[in-house]
């Protein structure tokens, strides 16, 4: 299996590992077929995300997945982050071989998921909202 030089520079040196003390906002998304757990932390300030920090337990296409995402939303306002696409994420790792597209689905996933804890924090979850969160639990594999 061949990976970009990119994708091996964020598995051999993640950014933004860790977690957050009070974290604003948590998100975790997990995978049983493979065992790729993904947890995000949000700090959010005047709906601008500050600080994010991922533990991932996975692979290596995981691990790299998690920390292009983390870099590619920190200082975007939480409904930019929302926008972010697994697609983005491959690109930006100049691509991830087929069989590992789902470890960008998970990290895309696990975002949302502390975007969505967000808006449930903080009073701000709307059914206009909450429908951009449909399929959320879905097992990336199965797409």
């Known amino acids: 299996m061949q990976y970009s030089e990119k994708v091996m520079d964020h598995f051999m040196h993640p950014r933004n590992v860790g977690e957050i003390?009070?974290?604003?906002?948590?998100?975790?998304?997990?995978?049983?077929?493979?065992?790729?757990?993904m947890?995000?932390?949000?700090?959010?300030?005047?709906?601008?995300?500050?600080?994010?920090?991922?533990?991932?337990f996975g692979?290596?296409?995981?691990?790299?997945?998690?920390?292009?995402?983390?870099?590619?939303?920190?200082?975007?306002?939480?409904?930019e982050a929302l926008q972010l696409t697994n697609k983005a994420v491959a690109e930006a790792l100049d691509g991830l071989p087929?069989?590992?597209?789902?470890?960008?689905?998970?990290?895309?996933?696990a975002i949302k998921a502390a975007i969505k804890d967000h808006y449930i924090r903080t009073g701000q979850m709307?059914?206009?909202?909450?429908?951009?969160?449909?399929?959320?639990?879905?097992?990336p594999h199965d797409h």
């Open 98 to 109: 087929p069989v590992k597209m789902h470890c960008s689905l998970l990290a895309e996933q």
């Open 39 to 56: 947890k995000i932390d949000l700090k959010i300030e005047h709906n601008v995300i500050v600080d994010i920090k991922f533990k991932t």
């Open 21 to 37: 003390e009070n974290a604003d906002a948590s998100g975790t998304v997990g995978n049983a077929k493979c065992g790729d757990i």
């Open 59 to 79: 692979c290596g296409s995981a691990i790299a997945t998690s920390s292009m995402a983390t870099e590619m939303v920190i200082g975007k306002t939480v409904d």
């Open 126 to 139: 709307t059914p206009e909202r909450e429908e951009l969160f449909a399929g959320l639990d879905e097992d």
